[in-house]
């Protein structure tokens, strides 16, 4: 059956049937079937006398198009699939009114479904309903996923992680086609939730220049394991297509092996100099802490850029305006070199509780930080790690 949009109508009338024949389809406009509903569809005019119905764009193929083909349910956040369609009579005309998406739809295709019901009823359980209409779906294209139309609720505003699940719950080309419609940012964020082996897959066909916009709205640290696992050609020439600055960071991460603090470590922290009171700390934030990492923990370096010292920023927003941070702020801080194993930085944070611990070189100046998921990595399951609060956002 072929089904079209007309009007206002928000369901798809059908306009025509599809014949198969050995001479290949005849299309049958709806307006010359005398009965759809029947053992044999009787026609109102002789096979010669009907002129085939001409296809107009957005026609819909139900069977092929929309009947077995996959929804993502951006109210749910699931991944489903069209098991059967339900349709309505209303005046002479046919609509489609509903999609079952339920496990009732399939075994009804099967032929299975009133025995199944009669199963059901005689253990006192009723099938659920998994009946969805058709207004609420949004057919994006014949090559690519349907989605729910929830008002109010779009792909790009599901968080990174609900996407990302999505994501990993569809075929190649279908994850290609749902990632080319979300903006840089909401790509870079969705990309930091997988695991950089997926990462790697789901670029693998994308342009050079997106890849590159994504890297600089990703994390250094995340950029870095992204690009490691490329291959080295193109890992060289995105940090080239990069912006310069964004390019020395992640440069800077990929000289370290990846199981060091300096390979996992993030560059964007906030640091700030000794001699500024409470209040000027405060300003100082606000014009440079927008893409930091953490502010949780607001760092303090000399001019050499060692660190001497730390304190959360709940301490910073209780203390009295005119307060000088280096009253306040502590002078024993706990810090890994950039040489340091993952194991120990991950010793580190367990053993101190923190969010996030510095790193280091061998002279103490501090060249970034690695926060407690990143530190955490190889010693809790990726699928827990993914769950713990972050707290440092």
């Known amino acids: 059956m072929i089904a079209a949009t007309r009007g206002e109508m928000p369901h798809p009338t059908l306009v025509a049937l599809v014949i198969k024949r050995s001479s290949g389809q005849l299309l049958i406009p709806f307006a010359d079937v005398a009965v759809l509903v029947a053992p044999a569809i009787p ?40 098991n059967d369609l339900e349709l309505t009579r209303i005046g002479g005309s046919f609509y489609v009114a509903n999609i079952d998406v339920g496990g009732l739809g399939l075994l009804r295709r099967l032929g299975l479904a009133k025995p199944a019901e009669r199963v059901a009823a005689r253990l006192g359980r009723t099938q659920p309903s998994g009946m969805i209409s058709w207004h609420q779906m949004e057919l994006l294209s014949t090559d690519q996923p349907m989605r729910l139309r929830v008002p109010g609720d779009k792909l790009s505003e599901l968080h990174p992680a609900d996407l990302a699940e999505i994501i990993s719950d569809l075929s190649p080309s279908e994850s290609d086609k749902l990632l080319e419609s979300l903006d840089v940012k909401t790509l870079a964020d969705t990309l930091e939730e997988v695991e950089p082996d997926f990462q790697a897959s789901l670029v693998e066909d994308m342009s050079d220049e997106r890849v590159a916009d994504v890297l600089e709205e990703m994390s250094p640290d995340e950029a870095a394991d992204l690009l490691a696992e490329l291959p080295e050609d193109r890992s060289e020439d995105l940090l080239n297509l990069m912006q310069h600055e964004e390019a020395n960071d992640v440069r800077k991460l990929l000289a370290y092996p990846e199981d060091t603090a300096g390979g996992i470590m993030n560059t964007e922290f906030v640091a700030i100099k000794p001699d500024l009171t409470a209040e000027q700390a405060i300003s100082v934030l606000r014009e440079t802490a927008a893409d930091a990492k953490t502010i949780y923990y607001v760092y303090v370096i000399d001019n050499e850029d060692r660190l001497i010292g730390v304190f959360s920023l709940l301490e910073l927003v209780l203390a009295k305006p005119d307060t000088p941070i280096a009253k306040f702020m502590h002078r024993r801080v706990v810090s890994v070199s950039v040489e340091n194993s993952q194991d120990e930085v991950a010793q580190a944070v367990s053993k101190y509780n923190l969010v996030a611990v510095p790193v280091v070189d061998d002279q103490h100046r501090l060249h970034g930080i690695v926060t407690a998921d990143d530190a955490l990595d190889k010693i809790i399951p990726t699928a827990w790690k993914k769950r713990l609060p972050k707290l440092y956002h």
């Open 43 to 82: 026609l109102n005019k002789n096979l010669k006398d009907i002129v085939p119905y001409q296809l107009i764009e957005h026609d819909l193929f139900l069977a092929r198009d929309v009947l077995d083909k996959q929804i993502i349910d951006t109210n749910g956040v699931r991944v489903v699939r069209v």
